[in-house]
């Protein structure tokens, strides 16, 4: 487990939260337009310095009864075997805990909600449960397991109490209004369902430059896809 990046503070991350954030290195997914190669890459990730878990407790140490919880990202953090030992740890002293998921990895997911390990889950939905559409939104390097894996992650999230929320990148290039309305259709029942525009930066995982929709183009999206789901649209990646 790679620990290569700490956000000392954030409002964002965890809805509600002051938080730290951190960053695990690592993904079985290549999103074309990921804006963080450098933790999803295994040639970049190679070339970045590793964070002691030592110092990152030490920090949290420090800021107890300043921030409330802690964000676990990536990358993908659930490819983590020593994830669950290291999350426990943070746990005990007494933060609450935000999981930001592509849903690969369910019985991760689903160990760490049975164990009361994280209060929070945060999952990616890339695109409409159509195999042949998340294949091209994931770099095409999604098999049908991994597929089935995502849905089962939706599921476990679904059923078990625990806060959470499912959110989309939209992309131009990927996304049409149909295709998130038949998003809000397949997770009807959830609490929320967050929009969020793709915004341009340096570099991506491909190494290409993508287009972000209009404000009230997703707007529009957002109207008719709260039809079918609490649909809410928000302003930041």
Same mark, same amino acid.
């Given at each position: 487990?790679?620990?290569? =990046?700490? =956000?000392? =503070?954030?409002? +964002?991350?965890?809805?509600?939260?002051?938080?730290?954030? *951190?960053?695990?290195?690592?993904?079985? @997914?290549?999103?074309?337009?990921?804006?963080?190669?450098? @933790?999803?890459?295994?040639?970049? +990730? =190679?070339?970045?310095?590793?964070?002691?878990?030592?110092?990152?407790?030490?920090?949290?140490?420090?800021?107890? #009864?300043?921030?409330?919880?802690?964000?676990?990202? #990536?990358?993908?953090?659930?490819?983590?075997?020593?994830?669950?030992?290291?999350?426990?740890? *943070?746990?005990?002293?007494?933060?609450?805990?935000? @999981?930001?998921?592509? #849903?690969?990895?369910?019985?991760? &997911?689903?160990?760490?909600?049975?164990?009361?390990?994280?209060?929070?889950?945060?999952?990616?939905?890339?695109?409409?449960?159509?195999?042949?559409?998340?294949?091209?939104?994931? #770099?095409?390097? @999604?098999?049908?397991?991994?597929?089935?894996? /995502?849905?089962?992650?939706?599921? +476990?999230?679904?059923?078990?109490?625990?806060?959470?929320?499912?959110?989309?990148? &939209?992309?131009?290039?990927?996304?049409?209004?149909?295709?998130?309305?038949?998003?809000?259709?397949? *997770?009807?029942?959830?609490?929320?369902? %967050? &929009?969020?525009? %793709?915004?341009?930066?340096?570099?991506?995982?491909?190494?290409?430059?993508?287009?972000?929709?209009?404000?009230?183009? +997703?707007?529009? /999206?957002?109207?008719?896809?709260?039809? %079918?789901?609490?649909?809410?649209?928000?302003?930041?990646?």
């Amino acid at each position: 487990m790679k620990i290569v =990046q700490v =956000q000392k =503070q954030s409002l +964002i991350e965890y809805p509600g939260k002051i938080s730290a954030v *951190i960053f695990l290195a690592g993904c079985p @997914l290549r999103c074309p337009w990921c804006y963080v190669p450098q @933790l999803v890459l295994p040639e970049r +990730i =190679q070339k970045l310095p590793e964070i002691p878990q030592e110092k990152v407790f030490a920090f949290l140490e420090e800021r107890r #009864g300043f921030l409330e919880g802690v964000a676990i990202s #990536g990358g993908e953090a659930t490819i983590n075997p020593k994830l669950p030992d290291f999350v426990k740890r *943070i746990k005990k002293m007494g933060y609450e805990i935000e @999981l930001e998921t592509n #849903g690969t990895n369910p019985e991760m &997911l689903e160990y760490l909600i049975k164990n009361k390990l994280i209060d929070y889950a945060a999952m990616d939905l890339k695109q409409r449960f159509v195999f042949e559409k998340w294949y091209k939104v994931t #770099g095409e390097v @999604l098999t049908r397991e991994m597929f089935e894996k /995502i849905k089962k992650s939706v599921g +476990i999230i679904l059923k078990n109490r625990i806060d959470y929320q499912f959110r989309t990148t &939209l992309v131009k290039e990927f996304h049409k209004k149909e295709d998130i309305v038949e998003i809000a259709k397949e *997770i009807r029942r959830a609490k929320v369902y %967050y &929009l969020q525009n %793709y915004e341009k930066t340096e570099e991506t995982v491909s190494g290409r430059q993508f287009t972000p929709f209009k404000e009230e183009e +997703i707007l529009d /999206i957002a109207k008719e896809a709260q039809r %079918y789901a609490n649909v809410k649209v928000r302003r930041y990646l």
